[in-house]
């Protein structure tokens, strides 16, 4: 079972994300939360193990953006090694070269039509992440079209 | 007195007054010359009077000018600073509208997104609740959605010719051409196009975005192609002087790389020579040949960002051809 965040502050990406999930054949775990704050204090309490597998993050969110998370993210001992996948709406270069900078794993631009969605998702999650190092910068963003 | 003395004293007297006379003579002479020298004198004075009142209205005349500069002079800087402030103004102006098109463009795909997602999900899940019509519907509704997605693409691309970092590079265009040759292999390969590149030289360029530029030029060239012939692009280029190009407005003893994009596809009337340039311009139904009217505006750009010059030519239904001038140094 993977255990996935997804902290994104658009409730029908969140409402797609979890429908594009329970496409997906691999068994899932999943917690959604609506901005960087609340991510943030939500990884504070995982103190037991298992922390998530994998947490998707959106980057403009109010109250604390995903630059931010990101961050705090990568320099807090118990969270540093937590696969972290952008998930937003464009792919801009200065967001791309900042994300791939602070760490992140992959930058996916949301796709337009749902089943580019599910394939996605699948995609992430059949990727090992976990303690691997950066993928090149050629293969930082994920594109599915 | 002998008489001889006397005579002597008369010849005497005779003599001083012979010389008396010859002085008054001379005196008189001399009186005139000095009435003649004084005379001359007070017209030199008068005329040195006239001369002084002359140069002493010219003085006064410089002095009026003089001041009139200053006034002239300083409206002039007051002019030059209005210019200036209208400039830094103008380029305030730009820039927000530049980061008003990126973040409008940005901010717009969000909702599209939405109704992309919407109506992939009623067609895939909810197309048995569906009347044929309102299939259809959908349908359109798609392409739509579609077709507004690759404006704000093209809006977003255009955009970043202006915000984008402008760093030149001395950079192979073989490179740059291979790269472009390979984004579009499917369409190479289903249109079974040949692309001939001749020796390329190596030019002083903003690398992305000349990436994009010839990616835009390629990309129509495969696109308006005609339906009966196999696409045939041919790209060439070389180091030319201004005065051997056949455009105007170059500088004649100055070496410009002049890049030539030339197909055989269904071509333009030579009437659209400038208008194919110009933004949101299209010259076909967007039913039968999909586009924004953006592609040959950013080309046009970035071609201005190189400080060069783009003509195109064309005629219907036998090729177009771009050329393209750009400083080689």
Redesign the interface.
Known sequence: MKIIYLADDDADDRKFFEDALKQVTIPTNLTLVSDGLELMSNLEIVNEPPPPDIIFLDLNMPRKNGFQCLEEIRNTPKLKDIPVVIFSTTANEEAVNKTYLHGANHYICKPASFMLLIKAVETVLTLDMWQKPQPRKEEFVLEFS | MPEYKLSETIKELAFQMEEKEKRDAELVIANKELIFQNEEKEKRAAELIIANKELIFQSEEKEKRAAELVIANKELIFQNEEKEKRAAELIIANKELESFTYISS?DL??P???I??FS??LF?EESENLSANGKKYVLRMQDA??RM?SLIADL?AYSRTTT?ERKFEATDLNVIIEEVKNDFKEVITAKQAAIEVGEMCVALIIPFQFRQLIHNLIGNALKFSRPDKAPHIKITSRIIKGIQAKAQNLLSEKEYCHITVTDNGIGFEPKYNDYIFEIFKRLHDKEKIPGTGIGLTIVKKIVDNHKGIITATGELNKGATFDIYIPST
């Open positions: 940005h795909q969000e599209l997104r939405k992309q997602i992939t999900r895939a959605a579609n997605q977003l984008s």
